[in-house]
């Protein structure tokens, strides 16, 4: 039966040489060996002592690429770990329905906005003006956003659009029913839109009120600026604006 350091004396230069030769071969035979060195007899007496050996330093010459599999799977983890923090505190894209708007132009009222197709959830935004199909809105925060026609809403580098107050008269009501215009409109199919206020003692106040108590607000819209042929759309709530 060999001892320990018979065996190393013995059969180290021949297991270098197997395993390749060079330092990387010298160091895991070495510490092959070592981690016989407390169970030496233990393993002589129930153990192929060489066949052992060797699978150590098998195991040994692997630690390195196991040890790069483990720091690359922590880095993974990490990133995907990060994605999920990052991707957490990303604000929740507004609420988008689908509704066909009523009215030819842009509106909004208590903290949804409306555009041609959709209505988009946007609560504690300002002023707002059209930009091609969609509109530029001021956000709670007061920075800008784009709103496209589909409701995607992005950020906005530019400046508010300007748009000009249209000067046409206000709708002439005969019939008591609105008490004055609130705000005006050009649609671009050149339909004139009036929001007025519902006359609290106007003829059909009472129906409106039966309605919901929260109508006070109307859309006129008119073919003409002189506004012979008109038609009339009720709107819930008080914050209505067409700006």
Same mark, same amino acid.
Do not use: F, H, K, N
């Given at each position: 039966m060999d001892t320990y350091d018979d065996f190393v004396g013995a059969r180290r230069s021949a297991l270098i040489e197997e395993f390749g030769g060079g330092a990387a071969a010298e160091a895991a035979v070495d510490a092959a060996l070592a981690r016989c060195r407390r169970g030496w007899v233990r393993l002589e007496q129930t153990t192929d002592v060489e066949s052992h050996v060797r699978e150590l330093v098998r195991d040994e010459l692997d630690r390195p690429r196991r040890r790069r599999l483990t720091i690359y799977a922590l880095v993974a983890l990490a990133l995907v770990v990060t994605g !999920?923090?990052?991707?957490? $505190? $990303?604000?929740t894209p507004p609420e988008v329905r689908e509704e066909p708007n009523p009215v030819p132009v842009p509106w909004f009222a208590e903290g949804q906005l409306h555009l041609s197709e959709v209505v988009v959830t946007l609560p504690g935004a300002g002023s707002f003006a059209? $930009? %091609? @199909?969609? !509109?530029v809105i001021e956000d709670e925060d007061g920075s800008l956003l784009l709103v496209? %026609?589909?409701? @995607?809403?992005? @950020?906005?580098?530019?400046e508010m659009p300007e748009v000009a107050e249209p000067q046409v008269p206000a709708p002439y009501d005969?019939?008591? @029913?609105?008490? /004055? /215009? $609130?705000a005006v409109a050009v649609a671009p199919s050149g339909e004139i839109v009036h929001l007025m206020e519902i006359a609290a003692a106007g003829p059909e106040a009472g129906v409106y009120a039966r309605l919901s108590e929260t109508i006070s607000r109307m859309f006129v819209v008119c073919a003409t600026p002189q506004c012979t042929t008109q038609t009339r759309f009720v709107v819930e709530g008080r914050d209505v604006r067409l700006r």
């Open positions: !999920v923090v990052v991707i957490s $505190l $990303l604000p059209p $930009l %091609a @199909d969609g !509109v496209e %026609a589909d409701g @995607d809403v992005s @950020d906005y580098d530019g005969d019939g008591g @029913d609105v008490s /004055r /215009r $609130l």
